[in-house]
């Protein structure tokens, strides 16, 4: 068990609504990373955070944002929801600093769809 | 940019059948490998990983070797069981890119008794 935790589990949102999505971290873990899963694929990179701060980010645009709070926990905010949304949002989490192999740990994940 | 190909799938095999998933990279510098599992319904699990070349990495009877001349990871396992049945991915990152994960496109097993 990772002790990553997300919630909602599913979530049904209308286009250019807004969403907020929020995972609990493993304790200790000072980085927090979320994914997006479409449906038979891989999940694609959206961005890190790493003591409250972005520290990377994937090929998704500004309206995909996140926060990450001091207790662990962290958010997934999309604007102006698209059709395209619609997947498994995952969230992971893992220490930084371990070498070589840094390694995540994933939640269950969000299934996000929109109509 | 750094990317992972596996073979697509999907895949099925009769229980105790031997498991080859084929995994290859695209990376520059050092990247470290690894295979994540996906059950129905969950999120993903890692299976094992790889830090540096001709390193093997193994759990539960799966095993696979990073292989730097030929830049691939294929994941392997003698024998199979029904509870494999599963959605396995191939993964790398590099730590300067700020742990970003890449991850292939997955592969479906089916192992039926």
């Known amino acids: 068990e990772t002790g990553v935790t997300q919630s909602p589990t599913h979530l049904i949102k209308t286009r250019g609504q807004q969403v907020t999505l929020r995972c609990s971290s493993q304790?200790?873990?000072?980085?927090v990373s979320w994914y997006q899963q479409a449906l038979g694929q891989g999940p694609q990179f959206i961005f890190q955070?790493?003591?409250?701060?972005?520290?990377g980010r994937g090929n998704f645009p500004p309206r995909f944002s996140g926060l990450q709070f001091p207790n662990y926990s962290s958010e997934l905010n999309v604007n102006a929801l698209e059709l395209d949304d619609s997947a498994l949002y995952l969230c992971?989490?893992?220490?930084?600093?371990?070498?070589?192999?840094?390694?995540?740990?994933f939640g269950p994940g969000t299934r996000l769809t929109v109509t | 940019g750094d990317s992972v190909t596996q073979m697509e799938g999907p895949v099925t095999l009769s229980e105790e059948a031997f498991l080859t998933i084929n995994c290859t990279y695209t990376?520059?510098?050092?990247?470290?490998l690894f295979w994540y599992v996906q059950y129905p319904g969950e999120g993903l699990q890692l299976l094992l990983k790889a830090t540096k070349a001709d390193d093997k990495g193994s759990n539960k009877g799966f095993e696979a070797t990073y292989r730097k001349e030929t830049t691939s990871f294929h994941l392997e396992k003698g024998s199979v069981q029904v509870s494999d049945s599963a959605v396995y991915f191939c993964?790398?990152?590099?730590?300067?890119?700020?742990?970003?994960?890449?991850f292939g496109t997955g592969t479906s097993l089916t192992v039926i008794p």
């Open positions: 992971a989490s893992g220490v930084s600093g371990t070498s070589p192999a840094y390694e995540q740990y």
């Open positions: 993964a790398l990152t590099k730590r300067n890119t700020g742990n970003q994960f890449y």
């Open positions: 304790s200790g873990h000072n980085t």
């Open positions: 990376a520059t510098g050092y990247p470290s």
């Open positions: 955070y790493y003591r409250e701060e972005e520290n």
